[in-house]
């Protein structure tokens, strides 16, 4: 049967329609940040600004407080960001495109350097971004081949999207956890059998500063591996398990010169891990041809291992020990920006 000229107008006019969903951001802060420096890039965003809805939750507890901000969202999808997570121009056309497969129920992209400051701000952002400094993780901080299936080692929340009516359904983030809020959800989602998938898009990119100090960069490798920990406790995974062999890692080290009076092999898989260094710091070199750089990005890679394994074994003892210090549950949900 032949199609008359008004039915090829209606064909037409669905196949131009954009796939452009109601999107709820949801953004933890402190109590007494006013503006966070996230908000500024939302002017510059290429996606209706009537189909976007920004909502701040004011507290001390990030899961809670994204929770109760997904309470009072009306988008079709939630997306996460930091406060000072700076969007990019194309971030939410090129995360929320994949949503047309009904299978795919989460979307996430790489956090990409600002400008650094620092020689520690360059160099972190080199370590972050090669295998040798966290295997899978590094996609996170690079953007790396095309738009993919991923697990839930590979995405992180401050650059991440769900279907609002998934998150709903598997009961939100489990609020104790901090960091590490993600994988565990990410994982629980994964587990239930359905066929969801969650979507690596690396064009869906942000923008973040990196750790400026040596110090503050081991504080937060520190406190991914606590992370780690409390999530194994509440919601084991294969990841998991693969994570907390790395505590190995500082007890070999430590005990490396008593192992050497029993056999000589002993400072054999000392030899490997420095052979690795070296030959990631010289590939490192030949990308940005900077000694200093380099020399920098070789001093961090023993930093990084040793401080997510160290953070492990203090949240597996200490903090079994004495407990966590109780924070305040108090959130304040302000929406800065309503649909239309």
């Not at 400051?117 to 400094?133: C, M, P, R, W």
Request: hydrophobic share 45%.
């Amino acid at each position: 049967m032949q199609e008359t000229p008004a039915s090829l107008d209606k064909n037409t006019q669905l196949q131009e329609t954009p796939f452009e969903p109601l999107v709820s951001v949801v953004i933890p802060t402190p109590p007494d940040m006013e503006k966070p420096s996230a908000l500024a890039a939302f002017e510059n965003l290429d996606y209706p600004k009537e189909k976007i809805e920004v909502i701040l939750a004011k507290g001390h507890q990030p899961a809670l407080q994204r929770n109760l901000a997904v309470g009072e969202a009306k988008g079709d999808i939630i997306f996460f960001l930091d406060d000072d997570s700076i969007a990019q121009a194309n971030l939410f056309r090129a995360n929320i495109s994949s949503y047309k497969n009904e299978k795919v129920v989460g979307v996430g992209g790489p956090v990409l350097p600002l400008e650094p400051k620092t020689t520690v701000q360059a160099a972190t952002d080199l370590v972050f971004a090669s295998i040798f400094g966290d295997f899978r993780g590094c996609m996170k901080y690079a953007k790396r081949g095309a738009a993919r299936t991923v697990a839930e080692d590979e995405l992180i929340l401050c650059n991440m999207s769900i279907r609002r009516n998934i998150f709903e359904e598997v009961g939100g983030f489990h609020e104790t956890l901090y960091p590490n809020e993600e994988n565990a959800l990410l994982y629980k989602i994964l587990t239930f059998g359905r066929g969801w998938v969650f979507m690596y898009a690396p064009e869906a990119a942000i923008r973040r500063a990196r750790p400026e100090t040596v110090g503050e960069f081991a504080r937060k490798i520190f406190g991914y591996g606590t992370g780690r920990l409390e999530q194994t406790l509440v919601r084991p995974s294969p990841v998991c398990i693969l994570r907390l062999s790395t505590v190995l890692f500082p007890l070999y080290w430590l005990l490396l010169p008593l192992m050497a009076f029993v056999t000589p092999w002993a400072g054999a898989p000392a030899a490997l891990y420095i052979a690795g260094d070296l030959a990631m710091t010289a590939r490192i070199w030949r990308t940005v041809r900077s000694l200093k750089l380099s020399l920098a990005a070789f001093a961090l890679f023993p930093v990084m291992h040793i401080a997510y394994p160290c953070g492990i074994i203090w949240a597996a003892t200490v903090r079994r020990i004495f407990g966590r210090r109780p924070r305040e549950s108090d959130v304040e949900i302000v929406k800065v920006k309503e649909f239309g």
